[in-house]
């Protein structure tokens, strides 16, 4: 009986670990209100919880040479005081912004005249500690939002194409998607479960 309550413990012990242990997500910006959805993934967004805050690192991807100036992300009602820290030089917060078609978004940030990166990193911080659950989908139906342009300041203006296409500048965005629970808090949860299930069959 013993053994069964401590492995009872362990487990248990374990999942609340694993439940308040730093999250990562990855998103794919992949349609473009030039192109809409041609299979190929502009940029991707790394999103990952820190100390209750949310670290954001946005990465440039397709076409080769382009970059990012403005980045925007929804957020639900529930946190408070959203700020963003840690922008780059020349960039402020930009929020509320009605973002082509993709609707309106509920914080973002912009770089100031040529003012491009990739990749853009930012922390976003509030009132209470944020999770990657605080992000969801606007009223349009899309989580995040980039303005993504050939050239910029320092930067080369032989950038790669944009399908057919002269343009020399897009808005992009992702659909949202789900956040998955780590396979290893299933498996434990499954574990957790079986064990609650033995021990009521045995008294």
């Given at each position: 009986?013993?053994?069964?309550?401590a492995?009872?413990?362990?487990?248990?012990?374990?999942?609340?670990?694993?439940?308040?242990?730093?999250?990562?997500?990855?998103?794919y910006?992949?349609?473009?209100?030039?192109?809409?959805?041609?299979?190929?993934?502009?940029?991707?967004?790394?999103?990952?919880?820190?100390?209750?805050?949310?670290?954001?690192?946005?990465?440039?991807?397709?076409?080769?040479?382009?970059?990012?100036?403005?980045?925007?992300?929804?957020?639900?009602?529930?946190?408070?005081n959203?700020?963003i820290?840690?922008?780059?030089?020349?960039?402020?917060?930009?929020?509320?912004?009605?973002?082509?078609?993709?609707?309106?978004?509920?914080?973002?940030?912009?770089?100031?005249?040529?003012?491009?990166?990739?990749?853009?990193?930012?922390?976003?911080?509030?009132?209470?500690?944020?999770?990657l659950?605080?992000l969801?989908?606007?009223?349009?139906?899309?989580l995040?939002?980039?303005?993504q342009?050939?050239?910029?300041?320092?930067?080369?203006?032989?950038?790669?194409?944009?399908?057919?296409t002269?343009?020399?500048?897009?808005?992009?965005?992702?659909?949202?998607v789900?956040?998955?629970?780590?396979a290893?808090?299933?498996?434990?949860?499954?574990?957790?479960?079986?064990?609650?299930?033995?021990?009521?069959?045995?008294?």
């Open positions: 009986m013993k053994l069964k309550n492995l009872f413990s362990a487990i248990a012990t374990a999942i609340i670990g694993f439940s308040s242990s730093a999250q990562a997500e990855t998103y910006l992949n349609y473009s209100n030039v192109l809409g959805n041609i299979g190929v993934n502009f940029a991707q967004v790394d999103v990952t919880e820190s100390a209750g805050n949310l670290l954001f690192n946005v990465q440039s991807l397709n076409p080769t040479g382009w970059w990012i100036d403005k980045f925007y992300f929804n957020m639900s009602d529930t946190p408070s959203v700020t820290n840690g922008l780059p030089s020349g960039w402020s917060e930009d929020t509320e912004q009605n973002v082509s078609m993709f609707g309106v978004f509920s914080d973002g940030a912009k770089g100031g005249g040529n003012d491009y990166v990739s990749p853009l990193t930012f922390t976003v911080d509030a009132d209470q500690d944020l999770t659950a605080d969801v989908a606007n009223e349009s139906g899309w995040f939002a980039a303005h342009k050939c050239g910029g300041k320092g930067a080369p203006k032989d950038c790669g194409a944009l399908g057919d002269d343009e020399t500048s897009h808005f992009i965005a992702n659909a949202p789900t956040i998955p629970v780590p290893a808090a299933w498996l434990l949860g499954s574990a957790l479960l079986g064990f609650v299930g033995f021990r009521r069959r045995n008294h």
